[in-house]
């Protein structure tokens, strides 16, 4: 998903209905109210507009795929893992600038 | 590297010493010194091991404060482990120095080993002037780190002391959170430690697209071959993922499909998601003249995929947008080259089993033979219907109407029929119908239409301006067929209508009034009319003009019943007649005879008329063989002013030749923009229709895709186009810039020599380009031959 992918703006799943998609922007405009986050605001209106039409729902469908996407937004979905190594490797960093 | 190590006093080898600014020297190899001279600071490239550090300075009593500073200065640059500090021989077991050591070390080892709590790396007792102090700091940052917040962990790394040890793990962090490409083994190491599973796979994607971004197949192959090696054991649907992506890249980069399978180990799943890549990257890559029946291919496999993995309905709001998508994919081509690439793409097209080797069963039931394809998708009016049967709504099926006027006239009725039949509530389809029989004379059928039409809904102003057009066409007829009696009883009727008493109206039927009176050759009754007309229009001139031309609506001879002031303005009279027959539903013609008069008069800086009127001439000028005028009265119109600005911002981009795209696609947003502020939806319509009949195939975004304009931009835009009063002429700079456009091609093949224009037309201003390079010596850059794609299938 592009960062102006109105399922990543509303937080929802591309697979998601009419009753998640509402439930989602409901969710956000509260989040976002026009006072006080107004671009933002704007920026979940649209991706409401965009998803409440079916059309343009399916219009999305088709051209949500990028085919200049880089590979490794492949892994978008998967979580940035940040393993817990003990102390050595990060003093490895120092001894190697010793040698 | 070696050290050398004296505990006790050496003697520093000057050939090694390299005296800098300030008495402060360097040393190649760490030397120590007794007694500690703080004049003559010891520095180092280099940390170096603890346990090498002297630090019985500490230990002693009278050791100035001095001496004490730049230990403790010695201890932040060099110290690389804090566990050996916590057990250094040269301070008591119960030092304060040797405590810190080990409560920093015991912070260290607990935040690199798991979570830990804000109390755990507090570190109170290690204050900012602290030799750990830069410790503290590291451990912060790498509590940040792993918590996922980056900001913190970013903000704690750049506060550790730069020149202190810890600063060297500090830029370490910052490459796990921004990699880069070229870093020391140690912190590649961490990296790839500390990057879990995926990290190793995310490195492999990185250095695979970068690979494919080279073009060079070797390291192509290697990349694929390493990257599915990362990936499996891992995530199989990512797996799939990754091998159709590499498998739709590798076509475009032009690798054969054996290599890449046994590269990837596998062939790639031909499913729906493939496909939908595939089309997506082919119709993406407009250099290749058959990208859009291949696109068109794929698409249609997407649908037959799509559907039997049930992501939607074979028919519904999803299939029609494909079959629309396909559409828009031959929309944006050049109507005339059509025939060429559907002929093209037929030669050299090969059925598609070639992919469905390797595969599962069910994905080969879905292969249907050559033979049997359907090949609709090389035809924009057939994806079209195809969008209207999937989704019957008013849009596609005015889509379709619009598109098989454009290019298939004499189906269009059977369309309409077919909207009516499916949406009988529509008016548009009626309306449609209404003129299309009108044009026959079938003025009764005609009406029979129009009153659906009005059953549906009396008060839409369409059907309300075409029932009084349909009358003054009826009247008119009955004039033509010296049906007199006929017209007069017509001309009640439209008089009859609240709406015939509205705007010109009543000029227009009064002149009617006055043709059908000429007819009867009751003179008198007829100069009584002109008169009247005369009162109507305000003057003789516009009077004459608007009687001229009804007179030759009805197929009349016309003799000026009224004198007409000589040197009378043409331009404005011209233009009440002409919004008179708008206003009825029959727009004039604007004689050749008049256009240089006109032309004289608008271009005067003093020309001033009525807004209306001028519209109404700008809009008889448009479409027809006078751009100049249109142009020239858009001008004249918006020197005036605001009012009618939508109208002439309008009338501007339709009078502009079409090389001049760029300020037509201005005007006409500026336009919209105003028509939308106004909500005047007729307006919005036209110019719609107009872009999309005039420029839909230069691939310009839609006006509603267009990001709307503000008042000052609309503002610069008019500005600009008062300022260029002058018809634009193509410059000696922009000579080169030829326009591509169906007419302006004809128009150059037309003065060329039979033989080049041939050439040209065959090959194309680029092809022709690489042919007479090659033939003169030059050679040219390697291009693809038509058909190649269509022969993509080797690729899998």
Known sequence: MTPNDPYRILGIPPESGDQEIRAAYLRKVKEFPPDRAPREFEQVRDAYETLRDPRARARLLLLSVDPEQPLSTLLDGVPTERVFTGPEPWLAVLRENQT | ?796
């Open chain 2, 1 to 796: 590297m070696f050290y050398s190590i004296q505990r006790f006093g050496c003697v520093a080898r000057e050939s090694q010493f390299a005296q800098l600014a300030g008495g402060e020297l360097r040393y190649t190899f760490v030397v120590r010194e007794r007694p500690w001279d703080v004049a003559c600071p010891m520095a180092t490239d280099h940390p170096i091991p603890s346990e090498m550090l002297d630090l019985t300075p500490l230990s002693d009593p009278s050791t100035t404060p001095d001496r004490i500073q730049a230990v403790h200065q010695q201890i932040r640059r060099v110290l690389t482990d804090p566990r050996s500090l916590a057990h250094h021989s040269d301070l008591a077991p119960d030092h304060p120095l040797r405590i810190a050591a080990a409560t920093v070390a015991d912070a260290f080892e607990a935040v690199t080993s798991g979570s830990v709590s804000d109390d755990q790396i507090a570190l109170a007792e290690i204050s900012r002037q602290h030799p750990l102090a830069p410790w503290k700091m590291l451990i912060r940052a790498i509590a940040a780190f792993y918590r996922h917040d980056d900001t913190a962990c970013e903000k704690f790394a750049a506060a550790i002391d730069p020149t202190s040890a810890p600063a060297r793990i500090g830029t370490a962090l910052l490459h796990l959170l921004h990699p880069a490409s070229a870093v020391a083994l140690s912190v590649s190491e961490l990296a790839h430690r500390t990057g879990g599973q995926w990290a190793p796979l995310r490195a492999a994607l990185k250095r695979l697209d970068s690979s494919f971004k080279s073009g060079r197949k070797k390291d192509i192959l290697a990349q694929i071959k390493l990257a599915i090696y990362s990936c499996e054991g891992k995530d199989p649907k990512l797996l799939e993922r990754l091998r159709q992506h590499i498998a739709v890249r590798a076509m475009m980069a032009e690798i054969p499909a054996p290599e890449v399978t046994r590269a990837m180990g596998g062939v790639s799943i031909k499913s729906a998601y493939f496909w939908r890549l595939l089309a997506r990257t082919t119709e993406s890559d407009k250099h290749d003249p058959l990208h859009a029946p291949c696109a068109c291919r794929y698409w249609d496999e997407f649908f037959k995929h799509a559907t039997h993995e049930g992501w939607f309905a074979s028919r519904g709001p999803e299939a029609a947008a494909i079959f629309l998508h396909m559409t828009d994919i031959w929309c944006h081509i050049d109507p005339d080259e059509w025939d060429q690439i559907v002929d093209a793409y037929v030669e050299h097209f090969e059925n598609h089993q070639l992919y469905y080797e390797g595969q599962s069963t069910e994905v080969r039931a879905l292969m249907v033979p050559d033979e049997d394809t359907d090949r609709y998708f090389l035809s924009p009016i057939a994806t079209v219907a195809r969008a209207c049967a999937a989704d019957p709504c008013s849009a596609n099926f005015a889509r379709w109407l619009r598109l098989i006027e454009k290019y298939e006239p004499d189906s269009a009725e059977p369309v309409a029929e077919r909207w009516i039949e499916a949406l009988p509530n529509d008016i548009p389809p009626l309306l449609y119908l209404m003129d299309a029989v009108e044009k026959r004379n079938a003025l009764q059928k005609a009406f029979k239409y129009m009153e659906r039409a009005e059953r549906i809904d009396a008060v839409n102003s369409e059907v309300r301006r075409a029932r009084l057009r349909l009358l003054v066409s009826i009247a008119i007829r009955h004039v033509k067929d010296r049906k007199t009696h006929l017209a007069e009883k017509d001309v009640l009727q439209i008089e009859a209508l609240p709406q015939a008493q509205q705007g010109m109206r009543p000029a227009f039927v009064a002149a009617l009034r006055y043709v059908i009176a000429d007819q009867n050759r009751d003179f008198a009754q007829a100069e009584k009319t002109a008169r009247e007309v005369v009162r109507l229009m305000g003057g003789e001139m516009p009077a004459n003009m608007l009687m001229e031309n009804v007179a030759k609506a009805c197929g009349q001879i016309f003799v000026n019943p009224v004198e007409v002031p000589k040197n009378a303005p043409v331009a404005d009279a011209l233009g009440r007649a002409c919004m008179a027959g708008a206003e009825m539903g029959k727009p004039f013609e604007i004689s050749p005879l008049y256009w240089e008069q006109i032309q004289r008069e608008v271009s005067h800086k003093k020309f001033n008329a009525p807004v209306g009127p001028l519209i109404a001439l700008g809009e008889a000028t448009a479409g027809k063989a006078s751009p100049i005028l249109t142009y020239l009265i858009a001008g004249a119109g918006l020197s005036q002013g605001p009012e009618g600005q939508a109208h002439f911002l309008y009338l501007r981009a339709a009078g502009m030749p079409t090389w001049a795209f760029e300020r037509r696609g201005a005007c006409l947003a500026a336009a919209s923009e105003l028509a939308r502020r106004a909500r005047d939806t007729d307006l919005l319509n036209r110019i719609g229709q107009w872009r999309d009949d005039e420029m839909e195939w230069m691939g310009a975004p839609s006006i509603a895709d267009s990001a709307p304009m503000d008042s000052e931009q609309i503002a610069t835009i008019v500005a600009h186009e008062v300022r260029l009063r002058e018809y634009p002429r193509q410059s000696p700079r922009t000579r080169e810039q030829v326009c591509n456009c169906p007419k302006c091609r004809a128009a150059r093949a037309g003065s060329m020599p039979p033989g080049i224009a041939e050439m040209l037309e065959e090959l194309g201003p680029e092809g022709m380009a690489d042919a007479l390079a090659e033939i003169i010596g030059l050679g040219g850059k390697k291009k693809r031959r038509p058909g190649s794609r269509a022969d993509d299938s080797k690729y899998f």
